[in-house]
Each structure stands twice: as C-alpha cells, then as structure tokens.
C-alpha cells in the first residue's frame, strides 16, 4: 500500500459522504451536517477501506459519559497499522473503547446496503475506477 493511495481513498470518502450515506440511526438523530461530515458513515467507511486494503474489520463502543450511544468502526490494516478515517466525528467528548477485531460477513450487507453501494460508488466514480464488488 502506498500512502497516495491511501490519501487518495481518504479524499474520496471525505468528499463522498453525505446525509444519504449516513446511517439512519444517526441521521435521526440529528448528527451529521455538513460541518461534521464523517458522522454516522464509520461503519460503510471501513468497509470501503476494506475492500481497498483488505485487513480486518475493527470495533469498538462509543460511551458518552456513562451512556452506551452505539458501535465505532475502522480498519487493522495488513501490515498491522490501525487507521479510522472518521474517528473526527466525535467533537463531544464521546470515547470509544479499546476494538476488537471482527471478519467481514460474506455475501451481500444485510444492513446499510443501500447507503454502502451508494459511497462505494462514489469513491469509485471519485478515483475514476469501476466500484468494487459489494464484499470484495
């Protein structure tokens, strides 16, 4: 992996996401704008990077003083290297506990799928290359 080709994929997330590529859990709850572009979108982010990179899937909590408010994801990539392209989402304290890896499902996403082929695609159409296959 070379680090152009990771920024290259980081601009293109960055100026992929959107609020119909949030997730709809966060979107109802007011989270994302333009200001904060990367919330709601950690989940189909690593996935993207994932089918990039290969690697493994990470996970990790996000508490908000003693509240649970859900699940963080980003990549382990191969050479072992933790990257999260949207840990800049949480500007309010939030803290996301230590992840543990997690394999990727086969087959098609049962949740996001919509949301997911909709920035895969952008990010493609972004680095001008055909998307990637959903699960690659």
């Known amino acids: 992996m070379s680090p152009g080709n990771l920024e290259a994929l980081a601009q293109a997330l960055r100026a992929s996401w959107a609020a119909d590529t949030c997730s709809p859990d966060d979107l109802a709850r007011a989270g994302w704008s333009p200001d904060n572009p990367a919330w709601g979108h950690c989940d189909i982010t690593a996935l993207v990077v994932h089918d990039v990179f290969g690697g493994e899937l990470m996970v990790g909590e996000v508490h908000h003083g003693e509240e649970r408010q859900g699940y ?14 949207t840990r800049e989402q949480f500007r309010d304290g939030q803290i996301v506990t230590a992840g543990r890896g997690v394999e990727r499902p086969p087959g098609p996403l049962p949740r996001r799928r919509e949301e ?16 990637e296959p959903p699960g690659a």
């Open 72 to 85: 963080h994801w980003w990549n382990r990539l191969p050479s072992g290297v933790e990257l999260d392209l």
């Open 116 to 131: 997911y082929l909709l920035l895969s695609g952008r990010v493609a159409a972004h680095l001008g290359r055909p998307p």
